[in-house]
């Protein structure tokens, strides 16, 4: 059997995704994971694949915008490859303009949209009246405006890691439990690898942020957009179910287990969208997800070990930049063309 020229060692969104970039130019790769695929953060239940506002235009944004732009054609043809359904939708997202007051801005940002987002998606501030605008959720907010954006999507996160796995299991790339490195390395492990790298440089790189979330029953359209409303994210998924979330926790016990700190976020799902009131809860969960001191992903090549790459850091946005990040890695990795923002690199997090 030939040796893989890329060993991916974490088997998360960042880990898949890079792993499928490689193997679609022809590398051979082999992917490692003592607890296998998508056990990590990337094994969450939320989905969001949402853009930052229209404003204070950067490279992260950008980067995110791009990513947001490929994700269809990513993960249609993931899906191709492994016949499994990530759950992808460009579904776009609903957000209540909460007062009149908040009504300038949320129009500035539309102007701003209408430049930056170069005509590929728009925000817009529409009338709640406006036949469609709530798309199922039944808002009635006091201004009687809701910003709409056409950028926003959605995929099940569970779901996506398995439909990576089977298209890359179809490509011929293994997925171990261990194996010892061969070629370039890849370091996409997440928070213990944020951990790792830490004490390896004895500078604090990133931690852990724990989150929890929750899956409600609704009956909402499957084509239903995501909803933004006093600070929570609620995802309906191609499954009728609505997702909720999430929190986050710099201090906590239990990094894996849910607590009292979930239900106030159900309740504030219930009291913003009557029509879940009653919908039962089928599903908690809490785990950490890997943020880097920079607040951005940390891409770069690792310090004084040719032939090693980082992959970090995708904290709450992992999974929309996901395409592009697996685009720049790749080009790095395979072709050596260096395109990481320096947002994005090491020293950002130093």
């Given at each position: 059997?030939?040796?893989?020229?890329?060993?991916?060692?974490?088997?998360?969104?960042?880990?898949?995704?890079?792993?499928?970039?490689?193997?679609?130019?022809?590398?051979?790769?082999?992917?490692?994971?003592?607890?296998?695929?998508?056990?990590?953060?990337?094994?969450?239940?939320?989905?969001?694949?949402?853009?930052?506002?229209?404003?204070?235009?950067?490279?992260?944004?950008?980067?995110?915008?791009?990513?947001?732009?490929?994700?269809?054609?990513?993960?249609?043809?993931?899906?191709?490859?492994?016949?499994?359904?990530?759950?992808?939708?460009?579904?776009?997202?609903?957000?209540?303009?909460?007062?009149?007051?908040?009504?300038?801005?949320?129009?500035?940002?539309?102007?701003?949209?209408?430049?930056?987002?170069q005509g590929h998606a728009v925000w817009e501030v529409l009338p709640v009246e406006t036949a469609g605008a709530t798309s199922g959720w039944g808002l009635s907010p006091a201004s009687g405006w809701l910003i709409r954006d056409t950028l926003s999507a959605r995929l099940h996160p569970a779901r996506a890691m398995a439909s990576l796995v089977a298209a890359l299991t179809e490509r011929g790339v293994p997925?171990?439990?261990?194996?010892?490195?061969?070629?370039?390395?890849?370091?996409?492990?997440?928070?213990?690898?944020?951990?790792?790298?830490?004490?390896?440089?004895?500078?604090?790189?990133?931690?852990?942020?724990?989150?929890?979330?929750?899956?409600?029953?609704?009956?909402?359209?499957?084509?239903?957009?995501?909803?933004?409303?006093?600070?929570?994210?609620?995802?309906?998924?191609?499954?009728?179910?609505?997702?909720?979330?999430?929190?986050?926790?710099?201090?906590?016990?239990?990094?894996?287990?849910?607590?009292?700190?979930?239900?106030?976020?159900?309740?504030?799902?219930?009291?913003?969208?009557?029509?879940?009131?009653?919908?039962?809860?089928?599903?908690?969960?809490?785990?950490?997800?890997?943020?880097?001191?920079?607040?951005?992903?940390?891409?770069?090549?690792?310090?004084?070990?040719?032939?090693?790459?980082?992959?970090?850091?995708?904290?709450?946005?992992?999974?929309?930049?996901?395409?592009?990040?697996?685009?720049?890695?790749?080009?790095?990795?395979?072709?050596?063309?260096?395109?990481?923002?320096?947002?994005?690199?090491?020293?950002?997090?130093?």
């Amino acid at each position: 059997m030939a040796m893989p020229e890329v060993t991916i060692r974490g088997a998360g969104i960042f880990g898949l995704s890079i792993a499928w970039a490689c193997v679609q130019r022809g590398a051979r790769v082999a992917v490692v994971d003592p607890t296998g695929p998508g056990t990590g953060a990337s094994g969450g239940v939320v989905g969001a694949l949402a853009p930052h506002v229209p404003e204070n235009w950067n490279t992260k944004k950008a980067f995110q915008f791009e990513s947001l732009l490929a994700a269809e054609a990513f993960w249609s043809q993931v899906e191709a490859t492994g016949g499994v359904s990530s759950g992808y939708g460009r579904t776009g997202r609903v957000q209540p303009v909460p007062d009149a007051a908040s009504l300038p801005l949320a129009r500035a940002r539309a102007e701003n949209a209408n430049e930056l987002w170069q005509g590929h998606a728009v925000w817009e501030v529409l009338p709640v009246e406006t036949a469609g605008a709530t798309s199922g959720w039944g808002l009635s907010p006091a201004s009687g405006w809701l910003i709409r954006d056409t950028l926003s999507a959605r995929l099940h996160p569970a779901r996506a890691m398995a439909s990576l796995v089977a298209a890359l299991t179809e490509r011929g790339v293994p997925i171990h439990a261990e194996a010892p490195d061969q070629g370039a390395v890849v370091w996409a492990t997440g928070t213990e690898g944020l951990a790792h790298l830490s004490e390896t440089l004895g500078r604090a790189i990133g931690q852990g942020i724990k989150g929890q979330a929750a899956v409600l029953d609704a009956d909402l359209p499957p084509d239903a957009p995501q909803l933004f409303v006093d600070g929570l994210h609620l995802v309906p998924h191609h499954d009728g179910r609505v997702a909720i979330g999430s929190t986050s926790e710099r201090d906590f016990e239990a990094p894996f287990a849910t607590d009292d700190l979930l239900e106030p976020l159900i309740a504030a799902a219930r009291d913003a969208v009557p029509m879940l009131a009653e919908a039962p809860v089928l599903q908690r969960w809490a785990g950490l997800r890997p943020r880097a001191r920079s607040r951005a992903p940390l891409l770069d090549v690792w310090p004084d070990r040719p032939g090693h790459f980082i992959a970090n850091g995708g904290f709450k946005i992992g999974f929309g930049m996901a395409p592009k990040v697996a685009q720049v890695m790749a080009d790095l990795i395979l072709d050596g063309r260096d395109g990481i923002p320096e947002a994005f690199r090491l020293s950002a997090s130093l």
